[in-house]
T-cell receptor, first 113, second 112 residues
Framework: GAGVSQSPSNKVTEKGKDVELRCDPI?????LYWYRQSLGQGLEFLIY????????KSGLPSDRFSAERTGGSVSTLTIQRTQQEDSAVYLC???????????FGPGTRLTVT | SQELEQSPQSLIVQEGKNLTINCTSS?????LYWYKQKYGEGLIFLMM?????EEKSHEKITAKLDEKKQQSSLHITASQPSHAGIYLC????????????FGKGTLLTVNP
């Protein structure tokens, strides 16, 4: 079946602009995660959605970052007033309720110039 | 927060050689996940270990979990160029959100 998909695959934006990154999880997966992978920083957790529960936003680095998940499926990660330090690969993962294996999308490479 | 230390940071081996990558946690491991990543691609799930002493294999890759040492090892037998990539371990922190904390990865190069 189809895996996790993300769009765009690459995004170059100017400092100060807003960007939206999209994630389509595996069909039927109720849990959705956003992670960020930066050079020298490794992979860090950003936000977690589980069904209709309030999301766990504990990993968001600043209030410029927000995410939503509509209809329990597609998720959008929004970064406002982008900064150069936001440049990274943003990875989305999904998993089934009760199972822990997280399946990752190919990521969106964000470059802020 | 939980920290994961991976060693070595990078590894170069000749095709056909065996190798081991280690992942050590600063806290109790509730679940340990191994992923592989190729440049520019997402993470490919390899294995999940949950119980102390558990060992799993996938093709020529074997992973073990030593709960007491809070450590997991990934062993590749008779390495091939297709094994090249970045190997990442991720740990479940025991919270209800199942978010994973990742090590910084081990870059494996296999020379033909």
């Amino acid at each position: 079946g189809a895996g996790v998909s993300q769009s765009p695959s690459n995004k170059v934006t100017e400092k100060g602009k807003d960007v939206e990154l999209r994630c389509d999880p595996i069909s039927g997966h109720t849990a959705l995660y956003w992670y960020r992978q930066s050079l020298g920083q490794g992979l860090e957790f950003l936000i977690y959605f589980q069904g209709n529960s309030a999301p766990d936003k504990s990993g968001l680095p600043s209030d410029r970052f927000s995410a939503e998940r509509t209809g329990g499926s597609v998720s959008t990660l929004t970064i406002q007033r982008t900064q150069q330090e936001d440049s990274a690969v943003y990875l989305c993962a999904s998993s089934s309720l009760g199972l822990h294996e997280q399946y990752f999308g190919p990521g969106t490479r964000l470059t802020v110039t | 927060s939980q920290e994961l230390e991976q060693s070595p940071q990078s590894l170069i081996v000749q095709e056909g050689k065996n190798l081991t990558i280690n992942c050590t946690s600063s806290k109790t491991l509730y679940g340990l996940y191994w992923y592989k990543q190729k440049y520019g691609e997402g993470l490919i799930f390899l294995m999940m270990l949950q119980k102390g002493g558990e060992e799993k294999s996938h093709e020529k890759i074997t992973a073990k979990l030593d709960e007491k040492k809070q450590q997991s090892s990934l062993h590749i037998t008779a390495s091939q160029p297709s094994h090249a990539g970045i190997y990442l371990c991720g740990a479940d922190n025991g919270g209800s959100n199942y978010k994973l904390t990742f090590g910084k990865g081990t870059l494996l190069t296999v020379n033909p």
